[in-house]
């Protein structure tokens, strides 16, 4: 018997992008609030949590889950970063839903309270800060986020009184705050380009009550489609005891991405831009403007590094500029760049030179640099003199991975691996088995220093490493984590996770909450899907724009190897991607359905013709996927866009859709038309269930309901595969 899904009447509009002409039975779910919408996705969520909820072991998951994350002390695991005298940190006390941020003048604490985002009086929700203390550790920047909608307001107050110097700017979006060395001034991004969904001017859609003509899914006109372009940012700069600025710098930055950097001596600054390929694309030199009495100081900006088919990620140091570079180098080597001559190689000082191991990024500590780098998804960080001398490796407690951050969150390829200071570096350092601690390495005696974390470990699991042959005949390997005692001779209910995009890498990370999936006999398996960053450059481009397909074939391949050597069937088999993985899991389950019994698309983009409509989303997703709106990338991408799948008749797997309501970079509209969708298409009797979470954004959400979404599409997974929770 089929599930009683909630009717979602089909109301065809014909659609014209990049050449392509189609028509989209579900596109009135693309408006949060046109008619009917709201409550047909009530109804929806309700039958998602009746559905899971009524699982017998439910509350048993739900509670070992929790237990598993506050074993890892998850709370309190934030990496404390070093300005001036003082260091500053983040974290969650025990019995709050959200984050206080504290200062110390030492490392090691004792710590007071700066601002606490519980406190009501912050206004709404606050689901996300971006702290930039200024290099003398007296004033904070920050910005606040109160909605996961990626509105945030920049603010500026004294740490020791809470003085509010700075109540906002007339820009949206201010973020990336970067303070000249001095502490009187600060550079900021941000852009004036509203913030609205609309269809883009290229589009045209028709349909019942319409004309045919540039419009958006809720019928704007095609002025206000005009105004509401994919963004664009700006350069600004504030001085502290003056007015917000109102005009930006005269740059036009050739990017939907970019950030300003200023050299430690104060004399240069760079914005570099790209996401994917970060670069210094202008070059100033700060030292030649008047002093701190004039307003608006006028900067000489001049083109630095625009070449956009490598990454140059470094750091300013002395007159050059260091870093790493995949020119010359697939897996990156690290050079040192004379700032007068940047378009000359020949007079570029090589570092340290390519090899098997992928140079993630590089800092400066002192009179020291930190590389950063992935052996086979394994870290590795090495202690360099400014010359590209090796002094040290730092001494990691095993093969895992290390990062700045230390919750799960995926670091894109423009942050640092490490925090540095003048003379240490603190890190988050986890592996499968081991949580994530926190560290302090002292560069001149080579103490390694724990400072947060619960050192909890994993007991009598094994890790092992398969290799699966993709369509077009590559090696792609994958991570298998599971009871060393369990019986491999039969197979076992299997759950994959991947990425695979935009050359981020997702190493060796703890399994906290999936835990409970292997403690209760299940297999893990983590794929290192090409997109990816794990294996360099080549690996990335591979798997990107019109070679995307590349991903998905590496992930049933994976699939595949997993079935003939009998670690599972398809009906033990789950798959479970976030974000991108959300889109990886979402073709998954329409390419090929008969591989899986439940598949979960947390966060995903689903529909890839109309995902130029959110400017957040097109801004941060198409260059990796394409342009909807060019004819060269349009049949590529509805090659493999989920929603456009979708076949009548067909027997689908079990489908968890799990968005957040609040999301601009995946919005809630993708999963409401797949699953409106699928669930008028399928034949099989498995589940097609949508979950949208109230008040969540991309990885915004308070503690309490993360830890719930874990649980919750942990058990519609553990439900289909037949895996009840270990009792105790």
Known sequence: ?????????????????????????????????????????????????????????????????????????????????????????????????????????????????????????????????????????????????????????????????????????????????????????????????????????????????????????????????????????????????????????????????????????????????????????????????????TDKPSWHWREFITDPEHLYKGVLTGDSYVAVTTAGAARGRLVRIPLDTPGDPDTWIELIPGGDAVLTGVTQAGDRLVLGELVDTVSRIRVLGLDGEEFAQVPLPGPGSVSSVAQGVIALGVMDQVIACEDAITFAYTSYTQSPTVYHYALGTGVLTKLQGADHTLPGLATTRIWATSADGTPVPCTLVHRADLDRSRPQPTLIHAYGGFNVAEPASYLGPLAAFVEAGGVYAHAHVRGGGEFGLQWWEAGRLHAKQNSFDDLYAIAEQLIADGTTTPDRLALQGASNGGLLAGVAATQRPDLWRAVVCSAPKLDLMRVARDPVGAAATLPEYGNPNDPADAPVLMSYSPYHHVRPGTPYPAILLDAGANDPRCPAWHSRKFAARTQAATTSLLPVLLRVWPGVGHGGASWSTVVEQQAFWLAFVMRELDLAPVMD
């Open 1 to 293: 018997m089929s599930m009683p899904y909630p009717a979602a009447p089909v109301r065809p509009e014909r659609n014209e992008i990049g050449g392509l002409v189609f028509d989209d039975p579900y596109q009135w779910l693309e408006d949060d609030d046109g008619d009917g919408v709201a409550a047909w996705q009530r109804a929806q969520d309700e039958l998602a949590r009746s559905r899971v909820h009524a699982w017998p072991h439910y509350d048993r998951l739900a509670a070992r889950v929790g237990e598993l994350v506050e074993q890892m002390d998850a709370r309190n695991l934030v990496v404390p970063v070093w300005h001036g005298p003082r260091w500053f940190r983040g974290r969650i006390p025990d019995g709050r839903d959200l984050m206080v941020l504290e200062v110390a003048d030492d490392v090691t604490g004792p710590w007071r309270t700066v601002i606490d985002l519980n406190d009501s009086s912050t206004g709404g929700t606050p689901l996300r800060i971006s702290p930039q203390p200024s290099p003398d550790g007296r004033l904070l920047a920050y910005t606040l986020d109160a909605s996961g909608l990626e509105l945030p307001e920049l603010k500026v107050i004294e740490i020791d009184t809470g003085k509010v110097l700075l109540d906002g700017v007339p820009q949206q979006r201010p973020g990336l705050v970067t303070w000249l060395p001095d502490s009187t001034a600060f550079f900021y991004m941000a852009t004036a380009t509203p913030i609205h969904p609309a269809a883009p001017p290229s589009v045209h859609t028709s349909g019942p009550g319409r004309t045919p003509g540039p419009a958006s899914a809720s019928g704007t006109s095609s002025s206000e489609a005009a105004a509401r372009l994919p963004l664009r940012w700006r350069l600004f700069f504030h001085r502290i005891g003056q007015p917000p600025p109102t005009e930006p710098e005269p740059l036009d930055i050739p990017h939907m991405y970019a950030i300003p950097k200023i050299s430690r001596d104060g004399r240069w600054a760079i914005i570099q831009v790209d996401h994917l390929r970060p670069r210094p694309h202008f070059l100033a030199r700060l030292d030649e403007h008047p002093g701190p009495g």
